[in-house]
């Protein structure tokens, strides 16, 4: 796989501790709407830290854009990147993964588990084919809710929040488990899209088994 050296063109605030990142696209460079990169920061002793990031651009865009949600609260390359600024380069390989679009169905998204959706959705938005997808989005508070207008212009109703960590009026109240899927989705012979923390896409991808989902319509990165 090749390696090529990309300036940041931008950074703006998307939440909290959630920053879309805008870098230049080498030329020829193409991937697939849910497709990561491998990817590090070439400054301060982070070039070896290589870290997954999935674009969040269209493949059509002139440039490329990474969603990423930092973690302060250790030394790692997410909260290196709160200090990064427009000029500085960062190095990201070919692009790979198994999240892609396989038809309408089910998407389930745990926080920054939204990143290769979120590519998904905006390249069937801008052909005008979302179609009946429907997208399940779990988080902690209603603050962590990653570009929530941008998914509800998208989707309308078909996009559901879950808020675990607090009682938000409007919201449901919880996470997305065995009893929550039995209860909002009426059949399993459709594709599952699932990213998340670990332990997220472990429990869902096991109750939607138990549920009668087959496994070869489980999108998850394996």
């Given at each position: 796989m090749a390696d090529y050296s990309v300036k940041l063109l931008a950074k703006k605030p998307v939440t909290h501790n959630v920053n879309a990142y805008t870098i230049e696209k080498p030329a020829g460079f193409t991937y697939t709407p849910g497709q990561a990169t491998d990817f590090s920061i070439l400054k301060d002793?982070?070039?070896?830290?290589?870290?997954?990031?999935?674009?969040?651009s269209l493949p059509t865009a002139d440039t490329l854009e990474f969603t990423i949600k930092s973690y302060t609260d250790h030394e790692g390359v997410t909260?290196?990147?709160?200090?990064v600024e427009p000029g500085d380069h960062f190095e990201i390989s070919d692009a790979w993964g198994a999240i892609e679009y396989k038809g309408e169905g089910i998407f389930l998204a745990g926080g920054a588990g939204i990143t290769p959706f979120l590519a998904i959705f905006r390249d069937l938005y801008s052909?005008?084919?979302?179609?009946?997808?429907?997208?399940?989005?779990?988080n902690r508070t209603t603050a962590d809710i990653i570009l929530k207008d941008e998914l509800?212009?998208?989707?309308?109703?078909?996009f559901f929040n879950l808020i675990s960590g607090e009682n938000a009026e409007g919201y449901y109240h919880g996470r997305i488990d065995k009893d929550f899927l039995q209860k909002h989705i009426t059949h399993f012979d459709q594709p599952f899209y699932v990213c998340g923390p670990d332990a997220f896409t472990e429990s869902i991808?096991?109750?939607?088994?138990?549920?009668?989902?087959?496994?070869?319509?489980?999108?998850?990165?394996?």
């Open positions: 002793n982070w070039a070896t830290e290589k870290r997954p990031f999935t674009f969040t909260n290196a990147l709160t200090h052909k005008g084919q979302v179609g009946a997808n429907r997208l399940f989005f779990s509800e212009q998208i989707l309308g109703d078909h991808l096991k109750a939607l088994e138990e549920l009668g989902a087959k496994a070869d319509a489980l999108v998850f990165e394996k």
